[in-house]
């Protein structure tokens, strides 16, 4: 039994508190990983290193506006991306390191969840 791909998009490289450098390319990935309306960006340097998320790996990102506590996710605030676990509690919404108390980013806009972390061979 051979699994199905699909070539999807890369809508861009990711690093923390950079701006998205759009992309051109394409990716294929296993169809069963990867919805329809999911996106894929791509993590440009090692600035994530310490969520254990690494330089090429491919982030598969459902876009939505609101995300539970404790979900990572990719924002935006301005022109800049960060990527953590959101905190949706006593009136805050912040974007939290990897440690918890410490706050990476306060009143950033959702991009969407990270359902998957592909790790390219």
């Known amino acids: 039994m051979t699994a199905t791909t699909t070539t999807v998009p890369i809508v861009g490289d990711v690093a923390q508190g950079a701006p998205l450098r759009p992309s051109e390319e394409t990716v294929i990935l296993p169809a069963a990983i990867l919805e329809a309306y999911e996106q894929v960006y791509r993590v440009a340097d090692s600035s994530l290193a310490v969520l254990d998320i690494f330089e090429g790996d491919l ?55 990270i359902n998957l972390i592909v790790r390219p061979q």
Do not use: C, N, Y
């Open 59 to 113: 982030l598969i990102v459902m876009p939505e506006k609101k995300a539970a506590t404790g979900e990572l996710v990719l924002v935006r605030l301005d022109a800049q991306f960060f990527i953590g676990r959101w905190w949706a509690k006593h009136g805050r919404r912040d974007v939290l390191d990897v440690d918890g108390p410490t706050v990476l980013v306060r009143g950033a806009t959702i991009i969407g969840s």
